[in-house]
């Protein structure tokens, strides 16, 4: 099972640090990452793969979600599923 | 992987464009729970539902959660109450509401719907009690929603039940006056009722569905007007285009919830209900997407026109999303839960027999509309019929959810809170209509051929 991490917010250093950390404590495997920087504004989107997850699902969203407020990040992570359901015929 | 862009599309549709799934809501038959005693009757429904809706609500949320999405309602539609009940000795129905009450509230559910009859051709036993219970069952109850189907295009306009309903939602609105007569919004009158809506306060379960199903609603009104926003100097064809496109990604994820929390409750998937249906919150209005179209207001001039193309639209880019379409799939244009249909009606620009015209064209009808509490019952019953004539005619579902708000009157506002919103009292015709209604009898069925 896949999911979808989007982190949006104001660029900063160490956010793909601080994020991937938390992944990696979870054993969540990075599969693609993409990210831009326009104005100071940075948007990333990772792919990555739960299969190996040693936590719920839950506990890595609250994981990522009070990273995110600690950097000051909006940080979402979502099945990816409903991107693939809305966006692909 | 879906693409960058569509990534970022979707996270702004949920965070700044209140995309949600409207409801997920269990349809339950009732039929095995039939008995000649009301007592045992009652326990039958309350254990069958407890026990199937047992998880509806924590694998709704788990959903939310993993999924990202939120999905606002949690609900349950169960068999007409009248068919039920009416094989038992009991001479009111109250009992039933509240045994439906209690069984929404051990499970988690915020609406129940179904304490309903089916009267299009005349009353059944079951259904004259049913109806002559419901003011105090919605007075007395929280979370039951009612709705009686007085019309159909194949049976023609009961109009004895028209009459008697005009009576009841008086009653309702006197019980629940210390609430603005808020019972009144927990009740539908149907012309063409469907059998397998998941909207409250008109779903319930219809005889032909199965055991049990799961369907769903979506929402999005404000994902359809940002995207027309972004298309000023769009043509028609150019705006059917972009709404069927968004419809369309709506509707995938509302197939897609729908369809999983099925699986999860081990129960089929039934339909999906690809109506806009908005709340009165800022930025999920359907009267907004109507404006957005260059309408100074809703209700003025065009505002059918712009209706008629909005509802076809929606239909036709959700119809190819999902696998099972049904329930209204159209526009609602609820104005106490409208915040731009009640700023339409504030201003003047929108008036009560704009909104009649308007329901010819969408889904559903005259819906939370409040009008002053002095309102003859006569008055509201001509206003059921002229809907139950729009439907009839038309082939298509018609409701009337009309609040006769007791103790206040044009110019005032109701407050019904939560989803439920709040309706500026609008104005009805003076005139008097209660020969016309107390002519009883069925107004026949309508010829189907030579349409014009």
Redesign the interface.
Known sequence: MRAVVTVIGKDRTGIIYNVSKILAENDVNIEDISQTVMHDFFTMIMLVDLKQMTVDFSELKASLEAIGETIGMSIRIQHEDLFNAMHTI | ????K??????RMI?KERLDIRTITMGISLLDCIDSSGKKSRQKIYDKITRLAENLVKEGERIE?????PIVNKRISVTPIALIAGSSADLNYVEYAKTLDAAAAAVGVNFIGGFSALVPKGFAKGDRILIDSIPEALATTNNVCSSVNLASSKAGINMDAVKRIGEIIKETAYLTRDADSIGCAKFVAFSNAVEDNPFMAGAFHGVGEGESVLNVGVSGPGVVKRALEKAQDASFGEMAEIIKKTAF?IT??G??VGT?VAKRLNVPFGILDLSLAPTPEIGDSVARILEEMGLEHCGTHGTTAALAMLNDAVKKGGIMASTSVGGFSGAFIPVSEDEGMIEAVKCGALTFDKLEAMTSVCSVGIDMVAIPGDTPASTISGILADEAAIGMINNKTTGVRLIPVYGKTVGEMAEFGGLLGRAPIMAVNQNDCSVFVNRGGQMPAPIHSFKN
């Open positions: 992987m879906a693409m960058f569509d990534v970022l599309e979707t996270v965070e959660n993993e999924l990202g999405i990604k995938r994820a197939h897609l999983t």
